[in-house]
């Protein structure tokens, strides 16, 4: 493993879908970033970080969430989330205060110190190797936010290079949405089945055992997916990999006993 000098205070934004869903998520993003030289707390007042509100329309109680969550993080020298999706919507809060000058002030500054997890191991800390080994083809899918805000794209890849027996195998439209895009997938149910159903035909169509991403909502809808068409392809978020526990069931699977 190959690092630079690491930040001395980082802050895991835990995100909602992983503390309900799949703490090993969680788990598995502190371990990272320790191994990164990193020391990680998980300040207990963090909330959503309100991008539900927001995409519903509901800026006053986006914004509402927001301020807590600043308050919550501003302290640390950076904040770290198992997720594009949040971590690109904390990047978006200076957009929530542009009447109120100051609050502006503090969420662009916590904005800037704000990282997806890969990128943030790669890009900040200057990760190259894990220690970790999984004999599995496996294929990646791109989630938007991740993608599409924050630039995460090779990041993954460079760091799932060095999981030990494991081979990479990109599927067709790597990069098109699952068609879970939050509140999307409520709004527009049949657009969203069939562009999921399009996703797990892809995922198929690889002959890969385990797809992977960075964004759990994605990650929860594609698995939903291939349990509803039988498939036995599993499902996990590439920090599970990366950090060595795999150990879990995939998502979507029953969990033993």
């Known amino acids: 493993m190959t690092t630079t000098s690491a930040p001395r205070r980082v802050a895991l934004f835990v995100t909602c879908l992983v503390d309900l869903y799949r703490p090993t998520v969680g788990f598995a993003a502190v371990k990272l970033l320790e191994q990164a030289g ?13 991008q539900p509100a927001y995409n519903s329309g509901d800026n006053a109680t986006s914004a509402e969430l927001a301020r807590s969550v600043i308050e919550a993080f501003e302290s640390y020298d950076y904040t770290v989330a198992p997720s594009g999706s949040c971590a690109g919507m904390i990047r978006y809060y200076p957009r929530l205060f542009e009447t109120e000058p100051d609050w502006q002030a503090r969420a662009r ?14 890009d900040v800390c200057g990760m190259t190797t894990v220690e970790a080994g999984l004999a599995e083809t496996v294929t990646y899918h791109d989630s938007c936010s991740g993608l599409r805000q924050l ?5 993954p890849r460079q760091l799932l290079q060095g999981v030990r027996g494991l081979r990479l195998k990109e599927m067709a439209d790597a990069e098109v949405c699952c068609g879970f895009g939050g509140t999307f997938c409520v709004k527009y149910p049949e657009i969203s089945g069939r562009m999921v159903a399009d996703k797990a035909d892809a995922v198929a169509a690889t002959g890969a055992t385990t797809v992977l991403g960075g964004d759990l909502g994605c990650l929860l809808n594609i698995a939903g997916r291939l349990k509803a068409v039988g498939s036995p392809v599993k499902v996990r978020h590439a920090a599970e990999v990366l950090a060595g526990m795999t150990d879990r069931p995939g998502l979507g699977d029953p969990e033993p006993g």
């Open 151 to 155: 630039g995460v794209k090779e990041q």
């Open 38 to 50: 990193c020391r990680v707390e998980v300040p207990e007042t963090q909330t959503c970080c309100g």
């Open 109 to 122: 500054a916590l904005a800037e110190r704000t990282f997806e997890l890969m990128s943030f191991l790669t």
